[in-house]
């Protein structure tokens, strides 16, 4: 019964409808209604994603829930969902963080909250869209889509130098994806006029052709993930988005591009993905490397986490292409644990700065005298983000460490240096903020968290313990899809020499 | 059964024609505070004519008055999108006639007559029908912009477009006539056909191909050949600006389908006029977006915006084939829609005394009316190409057919320019979203305007999500009547 139920759509469209009611509150007045509403609608959303995870047969091989209905017949663009288990956790880490982002911004929004909530229930049903789609233009059109409502959410309920971040934000990813258009309509026409990821799959291509279509591809994914050296719009849209903002774009936009690389570089162009894994492997540890210095000296703590992101996005990158089962299913894990683990922090920061107004390490100081209930929590997601075994961010970081040893020792032990890098930006921050004497009058007055606060955090901290100790319920479903993009990879499809 | 002379493929035009002199002259009987009749009128003759569009169309091609008119898919289609744009012109543009004294009845009848210019052209095929619409609506509209003239800026505006539009005349006319020199007719299919059996002589129908490739990239203000865009854009009064910009779109596009596709269209003649396309569709896209950026009144940024999304549908066009030519055709109606819900909202932010046409005008507009903020909002978006918007449609079919002409660099470079145009659009967005506002005053305008804002803004989305019948319309009809 669950297979007959459009579930995938509803994953897509229970947010976008609840998105519109909300809208439709309209003005301030009615911001009461517009928080209920909205928050029936995220939990709605993401009930409905649950009987996916209920109802997936992690043994079978190939897409599940599939829905196909023709959209654009003059371009044979067909509206077609369908899930394995890498979308599968992806869908349900983007619903659930959809719930924490409108309880964290339940008080904290003030000024057109209508509006606020529904971005991020657009936000969410279009990125449920991303993860389902399995039509390359449905993809993109998803993929494009999620760019409206940051660009709104960045520019509107931003910090003071939002319209730069917004507009940065907007155009560093536009320019990305553009060039993935014009590669996914030459792919249309080299196929004889299909867009299904299925056919493109099959396709053979030149490794010429290979190589162009990766590297546009690659732009687009490399930006959203995002790998050094075009990382440069993240710290701004970081630093300057509101705590919802930050959150959504670390746990779940940052996917996107990592999510890319699974769907469409890797098995549409997979000799080029082999032929070019040193350039992405080189570029994934300069980031692990580099980046983790570089967030060692920030001052900021948005800025600190959002530097921390991109290194741990290198060890998606790089499991992606080290092309062995432990890699690829690490860098998945990988994923799912940052966006719990960095959605966490940014709430923590948000927390901190709701009632101070200030991301300075150096305006805060013995917070734990005050607050000792956010230390506890805080420190539990330091470490995660330290990759502390027995919470979740050591999983993804040791399992891809193994595949990268399998293939060359030396990067492993690059990659290796994150631990020790991680440990010392995360925990030298949490020591400033949150250790010491209390540091000056603000933090005097500090008041530990609220019950909403203390209920997102606490949901986020069961997760990500319960990822650490038992990691089998995520694992279990990846071991088909990876082992068959792995098989698909190694075949090659260049066509023989005529 | 054939008549001598059937005229109803031309009800419409003969209908409009009528109903042009009985404006003329019940406007004398009508006085001023009474010229809603006027106004009531025009768009009851609009909406007659869409309702003999209609009955009068078969899906095939019917010729008449001796094969100079024809009456095919492609013009039918056509011809309702201009009745349908200019029915919602005129609703979005009653409450600024009124208040700016201009709601009488000369601006009713130039609308019209150029209207049938429009339809004229649309339907001709011959050279001289052609160019007799072509001059009809020339005419009206060179009126038209001068409509205020005690505005310097726009009798400047009218001089300069008058002064262009007859230079450009002059060129088609030219190259016209070389091509009844190399081909012995002036009949469009026959000027085909003639091509197609080796009858013509090449070296002068090439000659007469480049001026009358000049004299289309003036009717649709390509570059080099888009000096009166901006000056018209800025000088003429607003309405005035939305009908220039909106309705003659779909004439000059069928006006190119006649002579390029149809009577030009033999496939060793698209390679030569291909290459003049390609120059002209790159200098658009370059000079029209990278001139938007520097621009601070609203009207002047729209019209070098609308220089680059023509450069877009010549992009569609120089594919030379029906996949082609439906994309550039699908790529001007969305145009259409899109010009008319971004002057249409100038239209409804202005109001007695104050013309709303600067983009900072737009500041804080999400604070006024956060409803009105939002279509903008898709608006722009859609012109920037950003789906689920209709603008990202149109960009994707272009794309594909110049993909397919085998023109990747082309492709390319489209799209980098079209991050250019991101970058200006946004601004507009920045502007109503990011920004307090700095005139609190709520929005005047009538209801039936917001009534059709909300329509016009809501449609860019919805043919977003469900673009396919629009497309197949265009493809279709373009195969109906392009055998």
């Given at each position: 019964m669950l297979q007959d139920m459009p579930l995938l759509s509803l994953a897509i469209w229970v947010p976008i409808v609840a998105g519109l009611l909300v809208l439709a509150t309209g003005s301030d007045r009615h911001a009461p209604v517009a928080r209920v509403l909205a928050l029936v609608g995220s939990i709605l959303g993401f009930v409905v994603t649950l009987p996916l995870y209920a109802g997936y047969d992690p043994a079978a091989h190939g897409f599940q829930f599939g829905e196909l209905k023709p959209w654009i017949e003059t371009f044979n663009i067909n509206y077609h969902l369908g899930i394995d288990g890498i979308s599968l956790l992806l869908i349900l880490l983007n619903s659930f963080t959809t719930v924490l982002v409108i309880i964290a911004g339940w008080e904290v929004i003030r000024e057109r909250v209508a509006q606020y909530m529904a971005a991020f229930l657009f936000l969410s049903g279009v990125m449920n869209g991303v993860f389902a789609a399995l039509d390359a233009m449905l993809f993109y059109v998803f993929f494009e889509a999620t760019l409206i409502p940051m660009f709104i959410i960045i520019g509107v309920w931003g910090g003071p130098n939002r319209v730069y971040a917004a507009l940065k934000f907007f155009l560093y990813t536009l320019m990305g994806s553009l060039l993935t258009l014009v590669a996914l309509i030459y792919l249309y026409n080299v196929s004889g006029g299909s867009f299904a990821l299925a056919d493109l799959y099959r396709l053979p291509l030149t490794l010429a052709s290979q190589v162009a279509i990766f590297i546009a591809f690659f732009l687009a994914f490399a930006v959203k993930v995002p790998m050094w050296p075009v990382h440069t719009w993240l710290p701004d849209a970081h630093v300057e988005a509101p705590t919802g903002g930050s959150v959504v774009l670390a746990a779940i936009m940052l996917k996107l591009g990592g999510y890319g690389f699974i769907r469409l570089s890797l098995p549409i162009v997979p000799d080029a993905s082999q032929y070019l894994a040193g350039f992405v492997i080189a570029l994934s540890l300069i980031a692990v490397v580099y980046i983790g210095l570089v967030a060692l000296v920030q001052s900021d703590m948005k800025k600190l986490i959002a530097y921390s992101s991109i290194a741990h996005m290198g060890f998606v990158t790089l499991g992606l292409f080290i092309f062995n089962a432990q890699g690829l299913e690490g860098a998945v894990i990988q994923m799912i644990s940052h966006g719990f683990v960095s959605g966490a922090l940014f709430l923590c920061v948000g927390v901190l700065y709701d009632r101070l107004h200030s991301r300075q390490i150096a305006d805060y100081g013995g917070v734990v005298n005050r607050m000792p209930v956010f230390a506890a929590l805080f420190m539990l997601f330091a470490m995660a983000n330290s990759g502390l075994p027995g919470t979740s961010g050591f999983v993804g970081e040791f399992i891809v460490i193994l595949g990268a040893m399998k293939v060359n020792f030396w990067y492993a032990f690059a990659a290796g240096w994150t631990l020790i890098f991680g440990a010392a930006y995360t925990l030298w921050m949490y020591k400033r903020v949150i250790f010491g004497g209390v540091a000056n009058t603000h933090v005097a007055e500090l008041k530990d968290i609220n019950l909403r606060e203390f209920l997102v955090l606490g949901l986020l901290a069961v997760v990500v313990l319960y990822m650490g100790l038992y990691p089998n319920p995520f694992a279990e479903v990846l071991h088909v899809p990876v082992n068959d993009i792995l098989t698909h990879v190694m075949q090659g499809k260049i066509p023989a020499a005529q | 059964m054939q008549y001598i002379l059937p005229l109803w493929p031309a009800y419409p035009e003969l209908f409009l024609l009528l109903m042009v002199c009985v404006i003329l002259v019940a406007d004398l009987f009508v006085s001023d505070e009474n010229r809603i009749v006027t106004y009531a009128l025009t768009q009851a003759t609009l909406i007659g004519c869409a309702i003999l569009t209609y009955l009068t169309a078969t899906g095939e091609p019917v010729y008449t008055f001796s094969g100079m008119f024809v009456d095919d898919l492609m013009s039918d289609v056509l011809k309702l999108m201009t009745y349908l744009g200019t029915v919602v012109v005129l609703v979005y543009s009653r409450t600024y006639l009124a208040t700016r004294d201009l709601f009488r009845g000369e601006f009713f009848v130039l609308v019209l007559f150029a209207i049938l210019g429009m339809l004229i052209m649309i339907s001709a095929n011959h050279m001289l029908t052609l160019y007799l619409g072509l001059e009809l609506m020339s005419l009206a509209l060179y009126a038209s912009v001068a409509l205020r003239r005690d505005s310097p800026v726009a009798t400047e505006a009218a001089m300069k477009y008058f002064v262009l539009g007859a230079l450009s005349s002059g060129m088609l006319l030219y190259g016209m006539s070389m091509i009844y020199g190399a081909t012995g007719t002036l009949e469009i299919t026959r000027i085909a056909e003639t091509i197609a059996e080796g009858a013509a002589t090449d070296f002068v129908l090439i000659f007469g191909l480049v001026f009358v490739v000049a004299g289309i990239g003036f009717k649709l203000g390509a570059v080099p050949f888009h000096m009166w865009i901006p000056d018209v854009y800025q000088g003429a009064p607003t309405p005035v600006t939305l009908i220039v910009s909106s309705a003659p779109k779909f004439a000059a596009f069928a006006f190119i389908m006649r002579l390029l596709g149809q009577a030009l269209g033999a496939e060793q003649l698209v390679a030569e006029w291909q290459q003049m396309l390609v120059v002209m569709a790159v200098l658009s896209l370059v000079v029209g977006n990278i001139t938007a950026?520097?621009?601070?009144?609203l009207k002047r940024m729209l019209a070098y915006s609308t220089i680059s999304h023509m450069g877009f549908v010549l992009l569609g066009v120089l594919a030379g084939d029906i996949v082609g030519y439906s994309a550039g055709m699908f790529y001007i109606v969305v145009y259409v829609l899109m010009n008319i819900g971004t002057f249409g909202m100038i239209l409804l932010l202005s109001r007695a005394g104050f013309e709303a046409e600067n983009i900072d005008d737009f500041k804080g507009l999400n604070q006024r009316s956060p409803w009105y903020a939002f279509m903008m909002l898709l608006l722009m978006f859609s012109m920037t190409g950003i789906p689920p918007t209709v603008g990202f449609y149109a960009k994707l079919a272009v794309l594909q057919a110049v993909l397919d002409a085998g023109y990747l660099w082309l492709a390319v470079l489209a799209v980098m320019m079209s991050l250019v145009g991101a970058f200006y659009y946004l601004r507009i967005v920045k502007v109503m979203y990011f920004d307090p506002p700095v005139d609190g005053s709520p929005l005047t305008a009538r209801e039936d305007a917001r009534m059709l804002m909300s329509v016009n803004g809501l449609a860019v989305l919805a043919l977003g999500i469900l673009p396919q019948p629009l497309m197949a319309l265009c493809l279709y009809s373009i195969r109906a009547s392009l055998q």
């Open positions: - | 950026i520097a621009q601070t009144n």
